[in-house]
DNA sequence: GATCTTTGTCCTGTGAGTGGAGAAAGTATG
DNA sequence: CATACTTTCTCCACTCACAGGACAAAGATC
């Protein structure tokens, strides 16, 4: 099948487009309520976008006391990709115009392999889902990987996690082997945008998305667009200090947040407490398993642990040392937890919640929620999804 | 003298007014290089702003090889007034419409009293600007002061250090005062843009900027606009935790920065070196003044007095500290330590730069200037000048 | 069947904006 | 000093985006 390769030739078009992929198929005269242009203008631009393929006409709609409109909607044969590489798994993912996705695969993996490792997996992964008849080309996608990107160019810079990975031309490479357009961008910003877009965030101009996973980050939101920095290295709360003269880091300082609580934090501090008999909960689990992870310590947890849930709030509080820090800077309109740990869930969300509303000012945390995010694993993929059709869905 | 009331028509008017306050008088030519309009189009929006009387013509200017060009500039009878309103004082300004300061007073004062006698007080000083002859009447005024301000409302809110501004309609009752639209913004974010218009902060698209007198604030531009938060309180970080269990602060909690250092943090330190006698130099000033503050501090350190030196560094080191996150949390293009405390210079912010560069992460400080300002006690005034400036050049 | 509503199309008028011709006002050159 | 070349600025004709009204189509209500 040939991809459509088309772009909107204009802002109203850019718009229209945008407007279709939010909020699904659509009459004329709804789209005229939304885009302040006159009908006449409306129907041109309209055509103008039938004519390219990427809006298609979709019957007619209930009479609303009148003449019955005919709907239009993104074409339902668009098919975007979805990457999110994380430090130890990647989730590939397919949908449509509207970023629904249609088909998601999630495999363990490791990063530090580098990237021609890792994306003859991705190509793997993608394949498999054409395979399974969802899709048989994709118009666009969006990569997204576990540390700081130059944007728009698409390449990693200086990432801390993934050492042979910098300076590498995602872009550039995974366009060529896909054919098609992409855009790459860091996890977090991606899963911000997923969550904007689909989840808890829809709607707030101004937020902050945590990820807590091996590593820390969060995604900056401002205006409804994703702020990145001067290098695109904002969001990068994982070595801010939060214990003084703390635990030593990988990166050479010592108390950054992510030496004291992180999925990888977390699960040598669950080993620690097992050895030392302090939890047999733990212990028992670790005889088994012969090691112990972040879903480990949920898990025993969950049985009520007490071990495990202290380890759970302390390290909460940590983050949330940090994260009232932020309120106080940034002072978000929403605060959003997600990420590999948040199964770990309410323990941890009630530790930072605590922290958050004990430290920050008053009219900071006022009107602030602090919220789990909503999509789990589907956030970064989606995120990925509408990074590159925000870029298709402008003017070229 | 009937004052200007009219507003650019258009946003290419505004644009024209905005090039023409950033950049001085200029030909049309030149305004047609930068502005991407054809030379008619150019004619004619000219032509109706100095039908306005915004902009007038200015002369010949020089010839460049060919025909000489008749040079436009804003209007010089146009003025602003630019108010900074501290915890201490209050500084007033008088500014052309190129936001040039032509007569500037300052005057000690204490917000606590309210808003009613401050802007006795400030009408007070405006009417001396008057009688110096520097003025007949102004065409804007923009206002800062100590505290969130609900934006654009003008309204403060919840304001720590000036109890009784709480919900007072500054906006509202002062342009009914003054006669002249009025603009009202939080001081730090004034300072913001008063070193963005003409101080070290030029041409930078994302930067901070930490004013640190009585209180720390910290004001944050993003694309070249200040960001103010959902409630208004961005970059309030003067009650960031700097050190876990630390001293008691106003706000109820510990080890706040501010409690830590500030104006009014570094007066209390010395008095009590002065008092165990650690300091000659202090105790000496102490005896004479019967007071000390920050300018004392900085007065023995530069007289060499090493507990003095000793303060700066130690307090310095907590706020470089606390900046290192948000630097590795923002990422910014340049970072400028301004404020009362600036007399302390080149000590401050070496203390400062060397936490900032050990703690945060590489990528963000490799090509990051932390400077000081360049404006000193006009950044505050000339960035309220471009306030009200920035409003009365946008479409209405 | 008559009337009212809603939707969509066609058409014309208006105003924004471009680009070229040419006048005005300079400089450089033989 | 005349000529050629440059630069600036204005005027004018043409194009294009867009609004808004007239009108047709299609349905609801009574």
Redesign the interface.
Known sequence: MRRMTARPASAHQARLLKLLRDGGPNSRAQLGDQVDLSRSKLAVELHRLLDTGLVVADGLAASRGGRRSHNVRLNPRLRFLGVDIGATSVDVAVTNAELEVLGHLNQPMDVREGPVAVFEQVLDMAGKLKAAGLVEGFDGAGIGVPG?VRFPEGVP??PPIMPGWDGFPVREALSQELGCPIMVDNDVNLMAMGEQHAGVARNV??FLCVKIGTGIG?G?V?GGQV???????????G???A??GGRPCA?G?RGCLEAHFSGAALARDAVQVAQQGLSTDLAARLATNGTLTAADVAAAATAGDTTALELIREGGTRVG??I???V??????LLVIGGGVTGLGHTLLAAIRTQVY???????T???PIVLGELGSTAGVTGAARLISDHLFSPA
């Open positions: 700081p810079v200086a101009a101004d969060c900056i401002v702020y990145r920095g001067t290098t695109g290295s904002a969001g990068d709360i070595h801010i200090q214990v003084p990166c300082n040392e940090v009232a820090g932020l106080s800077f940034f002072n978000p309109g004990r430290q920050s000012l008053p009219l900071a006022g009107n602030l």
